[in-house]
Structure formats: C-alpha cells, structure tokens
C-alpha cells in the first residue's frame, strides 16, 4: 500500500508543478493545512477520499488521473461489469469501486462503496468533510448512519439520501454486517 501513496503523491507534486501551485494554494484548493499537504504529497499518509477529490477538481484532472496514472478514454458510454470498478481504498477500510473511470469529462462520479463496521465508531462522533457539489448515496446493504449539516438519520436497505455536499458530512457503517451503498457525487460548478 505504502508504494501505492509514493506513486499517488509523485503525480500530485507533478500536477502542481505543472499547474505551477505553491505549497500554500494546494493546501488552501484542497482544505488541509500547508503542513498536512507536505506530508501527503511526500506519500508517507494515505489520502481520504475528500482530499482525493478536491485535488484532482484543483488540478483540473480525473480523480483517475491522480489515483491510477491514466486517463479516461470513452466519450460515448462505457460498461463497468459486476465487481470491476475501479478500486480506491480510502479512509478507514472504506472501499470505493469507480464505475465510470473510463468515461471522460464526467459531470458526476459513481461508486459502489463499502464500509466495515466498527464498533468504536459508533461512540465517536462521525468524522466529517465538505466538498463542493451534490451527492447521492443509495443503500444496498446494511445500514449507514449519516449525518448532513448536523442532521443525523439511519438509512437501509432501499433508502436514498440526496445531500449538498458543501454542508459538513459524514457517515459509518451502523450495521455488524458493515454496509454497501450506491454514491453518486457531482461536481458543482466550475470556478
């Protein structure tokens, strides 16, 4: 895993130089701190989802881009067969498979995401983040509690929740079994 964050952090510090950020303005362009950016992008920490995100709308690339080395190809439609999306490990065992990675100029981002359960997390407060945008996420398995904007609710199996990604988020797996939900985030508007 260690040499997936060296090769993921060498394209981030490429992207900026290209683009010709600072330090400074990635760090502002994807919500971390200067020093939380260094660290990530000299590829000693793995990198949530958020950050992912907001790095590759700032780099003006596809998350797949930044996360495989290669860009989408397809402009017309592409088929993602059962258990084939592309894999990004994120955040705690949360696992996102991509399913349109090789569509380009995507005005939405779909995944299949996977959650464990983890008991310790159910007294903790549930980590949040922001990022500009919509999101849906449609439950397959399980339970997921969420909480938007301070709003907390549990979903199942069949429930959907449609959400202003620019509120404060945040979601766990709330069932022993861990959940699976279908998420569907947009971009927003470009700056």
Do not use: W
Request: hydrophobic share 35%; glycine share 6%; net charge negative.
């Amino acid at each position: 895993m260690q040499d997936m964050y060296i090769e993921i952090a060498a394209r981030l510090k490429d992207l900026r130089e290209i683009m010709d950020y600072s330090i400074e303005e990635m760090a502002k362009l994807t919500d971390v701190t200067p020093e939380e950016y260094q660290v990530l992008e000299s590829g000693n920490s793995d990198f949530g989802f958020t950050f992912l995100y907001k790095a590759a709308k700032a780099l003006r690339v596809d998350i797949t881009d930044l996360v495989a080395g290669e860009s989408p190809r397809l402009s017309t439609f592409t088929v993602v067969r059962n258990g084939e999306g592309f894999p990004i490990k994120r955040r705690s065992g949360f696992n996102y498979q991509h399913l349109a990675y090789l569509f380009k100029n995507k005005k939405m981002e779909p995944f299949v995401v996977q959650v464990p359960y983890e008991k310790e997390a159910m007294s903790k407060p549930i980590p949040l983040s922001t990022h500009k945008g919509q999101e849906l996420d449609y439950i397959l398995e399980g339970e997921l509690k969420t909480v938007v904007d301070s709003h907390e609710t549990v979903l199942k199996k069949g429930d959907c929740i449609y959400y202003d990604s620019s509120k404060p988020h945040g979601m766990i797996a709330n069932s022993p079994e861990g959940v699976t939900f279908l998420a569907i985030v947009t971009a927003g508007d470009a700056e």
